[in-house]
């Protein structure tokens, strides 16, 4: 069966990392991202690579009107359709504390601006009958923190969002992975203090594989965040709010 996977924001290495894999295995690959000239190379290596499609498509986030053209190019391949979600910005909270109007963006990168798109594209996946999207979401948006607390709400929005996405569309046979990776090496954390257990971004694309193959609900990546997050989460507030993790 052929399936074609959309890729957004794929200019993180992340997404680079997971493009790739999906190549090796001969998947069709719809490289969506606002630098071209960045997207246009990793297009040819996976076409190199052997994807059955390699196409680069214009993507801004913050632009509804780049959605369609790229749901049109998908449905025009026979089989499946999925999709994968890399998209998000980090600004430090201190400059969105000097600047609130920084929160918009902030959100519209991260949650408003792939909601809306995965609400264009599940229709075309339920009348497909299958597929899987995949959101990237953080550990971040697991508990609001003193050094991140407007990119981790952004984060929990998503993550939400993609709880609901998974109980729409699983009536229809496809499936929503929500990932939830800890400190990753790529430019968002470049030059970051204080990172630790930082995964590189290989590792990160072969547990969502693994992770969609198995069909999960949720994946933590590396999965020790999983145990780690059950412990901040259990942080009782009162303590908590004194913290600086
Ligand atoms: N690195 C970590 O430790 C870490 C940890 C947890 C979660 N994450 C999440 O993992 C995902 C990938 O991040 P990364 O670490 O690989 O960092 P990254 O290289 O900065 O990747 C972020 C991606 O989002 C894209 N993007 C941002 N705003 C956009 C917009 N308005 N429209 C279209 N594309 C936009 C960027 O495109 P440009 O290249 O054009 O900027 C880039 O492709 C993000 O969702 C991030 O929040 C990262």
Redesign the pocket.
């Known amino acids: 069966m052929n399936e074609t996977w959309i890729i ?8 680079r990392a997971m493009a790739r894999r999906l190549a090796d295995d001969g998947k069709g690959l719809i490289l ?4 071209m000239k ?1 997207v246009q190379a990793t297009a040819a290596d996976c076409a190199a690579r052997g994807a059955a499609l390699a196409e680069a498509v214009a ?5 509804p009107k780049s959605f369609e053209a790229i749901i049109d190019r998908a449905a025009r391949e026979d089989g499946m359709v999925s999709c994968a ?6 600004p430090d909270q201190a400059d969105i504390s000097a600047d609130p109007s920084l929160v918009d ?1 902030t959100v ?3 949650f408003t ?1 792939p909601a809306r798109f995965l609400e264009r594209l599940a229709p075309l996946m339920e009348e497909r009958g299958g597929g899987t999207v995949v959101g ?5 948006g697991d508990r609001g923190r003193v050094g991140n607390y407007v ?1 981790g709400a952004a ?1 929990a929005g998503f993550h939400t969002y993609m709880s609901g996405l998974r109980n729409r569309l699983t009536r229809a046979g496809a499936h929503a992975v929500t990932v ?10 470049w030059g970051l203090e204080g ?1 630790f257990l ?1 995964a590189s ?1 290989d590792d990160v694309a072969r547990d969502i594989l693994r992770g969609v193959e198995k069909k999960k609900n949720v994946v933590y990546t590396p999965f020790f965040w999983r145990y780690i997050m059950r412990i901040i989460k259990s942080v009782p507030e009162p303590i908590f709010k004194k913290l600086s993790i």
Request: glycine share 12%; no cysteine; hydrophobic share 45%.
């Open positions: 957004l924001g794929a200019t993180s290495s992340m997404a969506a991202a606002r630098d960045d993507f801004d986030a913050r632009d979600v890399f998209v998000g910005s980090m963006g519209m990168d991260s601006g990237v979401g953080s550990v971040a990119y984060k939830k990776p800890g400190f990753v090496d790529t430019a968002m954390t990172m930082v971004p």
